[in-house]
């Protein structure tokens, strides 16, 4: 995932941009301070000079005014992976989720891995409960289906039955999507490709390719 990780530091201002890192979906299992440190260690090793891990891991923390206060100050926040359901409860409302939503209008980066990708989209399907819940809504009417090339893939058949209309997007492992700004344009990051379905069609893209979200790929 460097590639696409260093586009976003970059996107968000360069290597001393601070970065904050929401280890939330890690804590159903118990595992988000070790979560958190791989993912500090992992920005630093990309030579990021200001990363934190932020103690948000439930509801009740994403509204600590010192978390909400540390969330402001980031130009890239990213969402680790773990359990979707509790990420995206933990910040449905929250007043954390107001902080990132006030970095992106400052022209910030908000992002994640798996589970913290899939809470950004309307749709969200939730593995654990075997459901299709409400995500945060930046993506209108999208779902995105992680780990695309190992399991992913195997629901996009499902979930395009059971929301006909929505966009899924299959992101495989490795790699990424990054909107630049361009037109409201996506691009693909990484090792792997992105594929996008829309009313049982399918498109798939590689490696700088870009892609639009507006519903227009297969009018």
């Given at each position: 995932?460097?590639?696409?990780?260093?586009?976003?530091?970059?996107?968000?201002?360069?290597?001393?941009?601070?970065?904050?890192?929401?280890?939330?979906?890690?804590?159903?299992?118990?595992?988000?301070?070790?979560?958190?440190?791989?993912?500090?260690?992992?920005?630093?090793?990309?030579?990021?000079?200001?990363?934190?891990?932020?103690?948000?891991?439930?509801?009740?923390t994403a509204d600590l005014p010192e978390v909400v206060a540390e969330l402001r100050r980031a130009?890239?926040?990213?969402?680790?992976?773990?359990?979707?359901?509790?990420?995206?409860?933990?910040?449905?409302?929250?007043?954390?989720?107001?902080?990132?939503?006030?970095?992106?209008?400052?022209?910030?980066?908000?992002?994640?891995?798996?589970?913290?990708?899939?809470?950004?989209?309307?749709?969200?399907?939730?593995?654990?409960?075997?459901?299709?819940?409400?995500?945060?809504?930046?993506?209108?009417?999208?779902?995105?289906?992680?780990?695309?090339?190992?399991?992913?893939?195997?629901?996009?058949?499902?979930?395009?039955?059971?929301?006909?209309?929505?966009?899924?997007?299959?992101?495989?492992?490795r790699t990424g999507m990054i909107n630049n700004g361009e037109n409201g344009g996506w691009r693909?990051?990484?090792?792997?490709?992105?594929?996008?379905?829309?009313?049982?069609?399918?498109?798939?893209?590689?490696?700088?390719?870009?892609?639009?979200?507006?519903?227009?790929?297969?009018?």
């Amino acid at each position: 995932m460097a590639e696409p990780d260093r586009r976003a530091i970059e996107l968000a201002g360069g290597l001393s941009a601070p970065i904050r890192i929401i280890p939330a979906a890690a804590a159903p299992d118990n595992n988000h301070q070790r979560a958190g440190e791989n993912g500090r260690r992992w920005f630093t090793s990309l030579g990021a000079q200001d990363v934190a891990v932020v103690p948000l891991i439930d509801r009740r923390t994403a509204d600590l005014p010192e978390v909400v206060a540390e969330l402001r100050r980031a130009r890239l926040v990213f969402m680790l992976g773990g359990f979707p359901g509790h990420l995206a409860t933990s910040l449905a409302g929250s007043a954390s989720w107001q902080a990132l939503l006030e970095v992106l209008e400052a022209n910030g980066v908000v992002g994640g891995s798996s589970a913290g990708a899939m809470v950004l989209c309307e749709h969200l399907y939730d593995p654990y409960q075997g459901q299709i819940t409400s995500g945060l809504g930046l993506l209108r009417n999208a779902l995105i289906l992680p780990h695309h090339n190992t399991v992913g893939a195997g629901w996009a058949q499902q979930l395009g039955t059971s929301l006909p209309g929505a966009t899924l997007i299959g992101i495989d492992e490795r790699t990424g999507m990054i909107n630049n700004g361009e037109n409201g344009g996506w691009r693909v990051y990484g090792q792997g490709a992105v594929a996008i379905y829309q009313s049982g069609n399918k498109r798939t893209f590689g490696a700088g390719q870009g892609f639009p979200l507006d519903g227009s790929l297969f009018a």
